[in-house]
């Protein structure tokens, strides 16, 4: 556990909306995102919102400050947000690739 809060900047799958976060372990912003936004913590990770890393204890004292993570519930799945542009690109010009997002 981190003796100094890290903070980082949350959002939802599903939500346009994100939030500034600080906690001293990755369960503990994790906790603190589901209770944000209302979502269960059962079944709940965070993934790098970048490249779609999940995070772990081992792995969370490495990610800057600041960093933006994506919350993701049960079933859910984020390949990060070059990924989902890129998709979405391909979807304007007519592409018939799958989506970068599953839920």
């Known amino acids: 556990m981190l003796q100094k809060p890290k903070s ?21 912003v994790l906790r603190k995102g589901c209770l ?3 979502l ?9 919102y970048e490249d779609g890393t ?3 204890e081992d792995y969370f004292p490495s990610v800057p400050d600041n960093a ?13 947000w070059f990924r989902h542009v890129s998709q979405d690109s391909l979807t ?5 690739c799958p989506p970068a997002l599953a839920s």
């Open 8 to 28: 980082v900047k949350l959002r939802a799958l599903r939500s346009p909306r994100k939030f500034g976060v600080a906690g001293r372990s990755c369960q503990e």
């Open 36 to 38: 944000r936004f209302q």
């Open 40 to 48: 269960p913590e059962r079944g709940s990770r965070l993934c790098l």
């Open 54 to 56: 999940e995070l772990t």
């Open 68 to 80: 933006e993570l994506v919350l993701l519930t049960s079933g859910q799945a984020w390949q990060g």
């Open 92 to 96: 304007l010009l007519g592409s018939s």
